[in-house]
């Protein structure tokens, strides 16, 4: 990693890379400083120091334009999760979501230019939880759209028969982690839902008050989506994940509270909370007592 001096580098990707990355990740790791210099060029930028901690796979930083313009540079190691997320951030086309200026992939890498939000303080360090739910909830009812003839999304299924699979392999590794009973009720829910929704829109996935930035253009965008296609009660849960008192405590009440601000049923919007808890319960058990809370009777 000698060749990374030259180019400070946000604590979280170090970490991750090189606690959890793959060979690929590692290598692009140490290419990174070119990389970013090239993209300096070809886009004439001006960079500041990267934002910190940071992600885990991505290096991102404040950059300034040759008309003066402020913006972002996203410099992202290439992944499946955010394969599609210059796509959704030109569906999206600034209403609710940050602007993107730019966007080139090749090889390993992904990159960005992107407005810079101002002040840019996350909506999570600024607003109590049950504000925090109100501006969720308004964001996603905007961007809850048809996509254009010609975007290309992966479908919602495609990610939840996919992340079905990796849960049966963790519980095969580690039999008796789960209740079998709600273990196959949960897992089969989250394969079977997708295919039931009455509505099927551009989705975020990943849409919580980290991902919320304050801005002037607009009060609150939102960044860093990971676009799919299908229900749009999937889109409340990784909100509702990170109110982790709530959750513990009322799942179901705060199931139909983000249902009433969304928009949708609640009764789906629980047997969604349910599904998901089920399939994250093994990573994190404090979830499996909140998934046997919400189990349908």
């Not at 930083?61 to 003066?68: E, I, L």
């Not at 890498?109 to 109100?134: F, I, N």
């Not at 975020?204 to 009660?233: F, Q, S």
């Not at 139909?256 to 609640?266: I, K, N, V």
Request: net charge negative; charged share 20%.
């Amino acid at each position: 990693m000698g060749g990374m001096v030259a180019l400070p580098v946000p604590t979280n990707l170090v970490e991750s890379t090189m606690s959890d990355g793959s060979a690929g990740q590692r290598d692009w790791f140490t290419q990174l400083p070119g990389i970013v210099r090239e993209l300096a060029e070809r886009w004439s930028l001006r960079l500041g120091e990267p934002y910190q901690p940071g992600g885990q796979c991505a290096w991102v930083a404040p950059v300034r334009d040759d008309a003066g313009r402020e913006l972002v540079l996203k410099v992202g190691w290439r992944h499946d999760e955010a394969a599609h997320e210059a796509d959704g951030l030109r569906a999206w086309s600034g209403h609710g979501a940050v602007l993107l200026h730019e966007s080139r992939t090749w090889a390993s890498t992904s990159a960005l230019l992107l407005e810079r939000c101002r002040p840019g303080t996350t909506l999570a360090t600024v607003l109590a939880e049950p504000k925090q739910d109100v501006v969720v909830a308004g964001l996603l009812r905007r961007l809850w759209i048809t996509p254009l003839d010609g975007c290309t999304f992966r479908p919602l299924q495609a990610m939840c028969d996919a992340w079905a699979l990796e849960f049966e392999a963790k519980l095969t590794a580690f039999p008796g982690a789960l209740d079998s009973g709600l273990a196959r009720a949960g897992i089969d829910l989250f394969r079977h839902l997708p295919s039931t929704a009455g509505q099927r829109v551009l989705l975020c996935t990943d849409l919580h008050a980290e991902n919320v930035l304050a801005a002037e253009r607009e009060p609150w965008l939102m960044i860093d989506p990971k676009p799919y296609v299908g229900d749009p009660a999937y889109d409340g849960l990784q909100h509702m994940l990170n109110c982790e008192d709530r959750l513990a405590t009322d799942p179901l009440g705060l199931a139909r509270r983000m249902a009433d601000l969304l928009g949708l049923e609640g009764e789906r919007v629980a047997q969604w909370l349910f599904a998901r808890c089920v399939q994250e319960s093994i990573g994190d058990p404090s979830l499996r007592t909140v998934a046997a809370a919400l189990a349908p009777a």
